[in-house]
């Protein structure tokens, strides 16, 4: 670890990086050897290739780095986050969309309304914090979808409802102060959560400097946490794993479909629009609406859920709309109506086909866990959760993950 610690000091001389508050005094009781898991949201594969983030590559040259993480279908926040928790894939673990309707209930989901988000009748499968919890040990989250929901009753030790107000430094902070916490109130997992980039991303589009500013501010965040571990004597201990939820690609106002030249988008039952649209057709016009719908059509692809392609790994959650399209890369569907509608369109989007390369998702790991200088293919984001559940020494919940398919990145137990 010396040669990384030599990198991240040359690092702070060149580039002043902000220098963490100074911890709280050490505690006799020996630290726990902590887990943490820090989400970039947006951050797509080869961001990592444009030489704005050192510490991150730091931390990538010491420890693992894929080449790229597949995230989940659909590729969007909600589904892939609490795939990378649970090691489900959505259609599994329940959250199919970041906007959803319950056919049992007939309640909605939205992901930007705390309201709805907070019942713990959406959120299936057991989520990483709450397997802490059961089993003895504390778990400290700084912003996750889901970690402020009492999942089977159940929430970390330390949470925060979400507030996009704090910056990525106080978040860091904060997550250094729960590692002060003494003796057995001490988490031993943590979560941090990072939205910058895929905001970034979303305004002005993939290849802007908003994107390259909103990367060099999370890198900045990054070597705070870095230097408030290493004053607090964990650093060598900690077992840090980075990963972003799905990547972003350029959109264009010339680029969109409006479904409703095709149908009646009341008739269609139309649930949501983007880049996944999804509908549950009115029977009275259901067979009409399925023939408009499942003909070819230039620049999305459209399927039954039950002849969604299986490699996708979804369709058969009650959840995923009876007919659902899918936009090629770039391209978004939508209505006259929202067009029209909108305030800002957004130049930068995701949710595409997972094998879509602008799709690819980050994944770097670093810790005394880890091998260093090791660089290892592509893998799916269900993996990450038996590998943290190893890491952990937890027992893990039901899953889809493969923990054969990233032990290699590990040194010998």
Known sequence: MAAFSNRIALLALVLVVAACAAPAPRSEAPLADPVILISIDGFRADYLDRGLTPTLAALAADGVRADAMKPAFPTLT????????????????????????????????????????????????????????????????????????????????????????????????????????????????????????????????????????????????????????????????ANIVIVSDHGMTATAPERQIYLDDLVDTDEAGLVTGGILAGMNPKPANAAAIERTILAPHEHMRCWRKSAVPSRLHYGTNPRVPALLCLADDGWIITTHRDAAGRTHFSHGEHGYDNDDPTMRALFVAHGPAFKSGLRVPEFDNVDVYPLLAHLLAIAPAPNDGRYDDVRAMLKAD
Do not use: C
């Open 78 to 237: 909600f589904p892939n986050h609490y795939t990378l928790v649970t090691g489900l894939y959505p259609d599994h673990h329940g959250i199919v969309n970041n906007r959803m309707i319950d056919p049992v209930s007939g309640k909605a989901f939205v992901y930007k309304d705390a309201g709805t988000i907070a019942d713990p009748a959406w959120w299936g499968g057991e989520p990483l914090w709450v397997s802490v919890e059961k089993q003895g040990r504390h778990a400290a989250t700084m912003f996750w979808p889901g970690s402020d929901v009492a999942i089977d009753g159940v929430r970390p030790s330390r949470w925060l409802h979400f507030d996009g107000t704090l910056t990525p430094d106080q978040r860091v902070d904060q997550l250094l102060r729960w590692t002060d916490l003494r003796g057995d109130a001490r988490p031993s997992f943590y979560t941090l959560y990072l939205e910058q980039v895929d905001h970034a991303g979303h305004d002005d589009g993939p290849d802007s400097p908003h994107v390259d500013a909103a990367m060099r501010e999370v890198d900045a965040a990054l070597a705070r946490l870095v230097d408030g571990l290493q004053a607090r004597g964990l650093f060598e201990r």
